[in-house]
């Protein structure tokens, strides 16, 4: 079995999972989703993959949630034979508000400027 450095499988798991969400996954809740990173437990277990959605609002991330609650036995099934790992981590998706947070306050300066202009 080869060694992984977490690192290098959070990696992976991103790309991957990108690239299910684009191709494999129809469903429409999960077409604007951007993943924005992974984070994989020391004992390879489990998989929290982050991302964010354009939208700030509720409903919209509701939706956007059961899309990836809806997709994710898929995508980790598609995982498992992509990844050369003996036992794919078991996956959750979290919002990451992160990013969020980031847009809001480009937006805010973008907004001083403006007025004061």
């Known amino acids: ?3 992984y450095r ?3 499988l959070e ?4 790309r991957e999972v990108n690239d299910i969400l684009l191709k494999r996954v129809r469903d429409p809740r999960v077409q604007g989703v951007t993943l ?7 004992d390879l277990q489990q998989a929290t993959i982050f991302y964010s959605i354009l939208s700030d609002k509720t409903e919209d991330e509701q ?11 898929l995508i980790r099934g598609e ?4 990844l050369s790992i003996y036992k794919t981590p078991e996956i959750k ?7 969020q947070y980031g847009d809001k306050i480009d937006r805010l300066i973008n907004k ?6």
Do not use: C, P, W, Y
């Not at 001083?112 to 202009?117: E, V």
């Open 79 to 82: 995982l498992g034979s992509r």
């Open 1 to 3: 079995m080869a060694h």
């Open 112 to 117: 001083l400027k403006q007025d004061n202009n």
């Open 63 to 73: 939706k956007t949630a059961q899309g990836l609650e809806k997709a994710s036995g």
């Open 11 to 14: 990696q992976e798991i991103q």
């Open 6 to 8: 977490v690192g290098r």
């Open 36 to 42: 924005t990173g992974v984070e994989v437990t020391g």
């Open 93 to 99: 998706f979290e919002l990451d508000t992160s990013v």
